[in-house]
């Protein structure tokens, strides 16, 4: 009932920068959470941030702090997140999902995008 589209994804190199966008459309009304998960090939779907829908409650993946910031616009209905001293290890498909709650786990989520390929170069 909710879709989810990624966005902004791309090849940068190392050091560099990406902000992502995901944008909800259907049955927004509700205040969902949402969260950002990455795999990368050969590897489990790990989270990396997620913000409640107004922003009082975020996390990060300690791999990530300092490096990555998670924003949302709730009028526009969507989230952002601002990736910068991107590294090889972040290499992955990134995915946005909706939920009831601001969890760190996949299954706290019940929506999901298609994903969006961030690759960074060494």
């Known amino acids: 009932q909710v879709q989810l589209v990624e966005s902004g994804g791309g090849l940068v190199q190392a050091g560099g920068s990406l902000r992502l966008s995901c944008a909800a459309s259907?049955?927004?009304?509700?205040?969902?959470?949402m969260g950002w998960f990455r795999q990368a090939p050969g590897k489990e779907r790990d989270f990396v941030a997620a913000?409640?829908?107004?922003?009082?409650?975020?996390h990060y993946a300690d791999s990530v702090k300092r490096r990555f910031t998670i924003s949302r616009d709730n009028a526009k209905n969507t989230v952002y997140l601002q990736m910068n001293s991107l590294n090889p290890e972040d290499t992955a498909v990134y995915y946005c999902?909706?939920?009831?709650?601001?969890?760190?786990?996949?299954?706290?989520?019940?929506?999901w995008g298609q994903g969006t390929q961030v690759t960074v170069s060494s």
């Open positions: 999902a909706a939920g009831l709650v601001t969890g760190i786990r996949s299954a706290s989520y019940d929506y």
């Open positions: 259907g049955r927004t009304f509700r205040t969902y959470a």
């Open positions: 913000s409640s829908w107004s922003g009082g409650t975020i």
